[in-house]
């Protein structure tokens, strides 16, 4: 396999049940409809799963540093085989609101990840919209406020909305172009020229 060939298996769209989504702003209509714009996003385990699934457990790791006003900096290391060299990408990510250390753990571990290609392609979705439902099976359940004032809000079933056909597990792959065919990760840059000075992280801190 070459890197052009694991480029595009890394960069698969994933299937739609592990698609996350969460809601970015949200509120009422002057006629009082609920309205909510929503992000799609992968969770640390899928990426983990996705790179056990192309290079194999063996052969890829990642290390985290953390930073001194907060936040950390996952890298991630990577090669073909038990014999190659590592290559390695870098980036940073803030403390979370909720649980703060895992939080900010896992959003560098999926900051990285998206520089080899990993869920790459769902930052290239339009603006997407939530689908409010009061089906008790709706997948997610949030608090939309009225306005800013508003302290308590209204809590609202909604589903996450259609992906479109490009972005499913059932869609064919582009064709390499020219450049993907001659894809060499080593000689991509990396996000941050930053010294290491940290340990290889337990991955159980992911989450």
Wanted: charged fraction near 20%.
């Amino acid at each position: 396999m070459d890197w052009a060939t694991l480029h595009t298996q890394l960069s698969a769209p994933f299937p739609a049940a592990q698609i996350e989504w969460r809601i970015a702003r949200s509120g009422f209509t002057a006629e009082g409809r609920p309205w909510a714009q929503v992000l799609a996003y992968i969770d640390a385990r899928a990426v983990m799963d996705r790179l056990d699934a192309t290079v194999g457990p063996g052969n890829w790791q990642t290390q985290l540093t953390a930073l001194p006003s907060g936040g950390f900096i996952a890298r991630l290391g990577l090669r073909m085989d038990p014999t190659a060299d590592w290559i390695w990408r870098e980036d940073a990510a803030p403390l979370t609101d909720v649980e703060a250390v895992k939080g900010g753990a896992s959003d560098a571990l999926k900051r990285v990840a998206v520089q080899v290609g990993i869920g790459r392609y769902l930052y290239r979705l339009d603006d997407t919209w939530a689908l409010f439902t009061e089906a008790k099976s709706a997948r997610y359940r949030d608090r939309v406020k009225r306005s800013k004032d508003d302290k308590d809000g209204v809590w609202l079933r909604w589903n996450p909305p259609p992906l479109p056909a490009w972005a499913t597990t059932e869609a064919a792959p582009p064709p390499p172009s020219s450049s993907a065919q001659s894809m060499d990760f080593s000689q991509m840059p990396v996000a941050l020229q930053l010294p290491f000075t940290g340990v290889p992280y337990d991955r159980s801190q992911y989450h």
